[in-house]
């Protein structure tokens, strides 16, 4: 398996306040992701990255913003925490080649009061 | 634009039949990619299999199976004699060749139970 971390693996913060979630992959793995788990919405992609500074909306990014300074390093934020933010955050990574799966962390659970 | 369906929210089988979990998709892209995960009750998320859309061999891996079908855009995963192991939340995912990222887009997900 890659060697996926995030961190922190829970966290329970109030409306308003900033929020980091950091990710961390020792694969050099060129292609990073941040996705969302919420019932009766499967896995939905929040941003993504291609690169060290590299980075690109996805289907679920407002209220987000994503930063990349480096190639294991992949962070999310989020600016002003709403309680629509509460979730489980899951990160993952795959090689350049696109016919590759991606390999996921172990999540983050995100409680916003 | 592309489009993952899991119909069956929740599936309950008992120890050793037989279970079948559907997926179908829908894509422009010729070339694509489609996968299963498995999310145990642990929370993370395993990769199972993955298929291009120009190899519609069927796989099987164990007491797993793939089919998939082109002409009715699906892949169709089966457990044969399932095991209370099996039993986890499995998504089937797609991603596009023309999407240089190959973002994976998730259906929604079927939770399996198997009964001891």
């Known amino acids: 398996d890659a060697g996926i971390t995030q961190s922190p693996r829970h966290k329970v913060t109030e409306t308003g306040t900033p929020v980091t979630l950091r990710c961390h992959q020792t694969?050099?793995?060129?292609?990073m992701y941040w996705y969302r788990q919420d019932p009766g919405h499967g896995l939905r992609l929040i941003h993504y990255s291609y690169g060290v500074k590299d980075t690109d909306k996805g289907e679920v990014s407002d209220g987000y913003s994503v930063s990349r300074s480096k190639t294991e390093d992949f962070l999310l934020t989020l600016e002003s925490a709403t309680s629509s933010q509460t979730s489980v955050y899951f990160c993952a990574s795959r090689t350049l080649s696109s016919y590759n799966e991606q390999f996921f962390g172990p999540g983050t659970r995100l409680t916003v009061l | 634009a592309q489009k993952v369906t899991q119909a069956q929210t929740e599936i309950s089988v008992v120890e050793k039949e037989d279970v079948t979990l559907d997926c179908v998709y829908e894509?422009?892209?010729?070339?694509?990619?489609l996968f299963w995960y498995k999310q145990p009750p642990s929370g993370e998320l395993v990769f199972l299999i993955r298929r291009n859309s120009f190899d519609e061999q069927n796989e099987i891996s164990g007491r797993y199976s793939w089919n998939f079908q082109k002409s009715t855009s699906s892949f169709n995963f089966t457990i044969t004699a399932s095991q209370v192991v099996d039993s986890a939340v499995y998504f089937c995912a797609l991603s596009e060749a023309e999407d240089g990222a190959n973002n994976l887009f998730f259906g929604t997900g079927t939770r399996l139970t198997v009964i001891p």
């Open positions: 694969e050099n793995h060129r292609y």
């Open positions: 894509t422009r892209d010729t070339t694509y990619y």
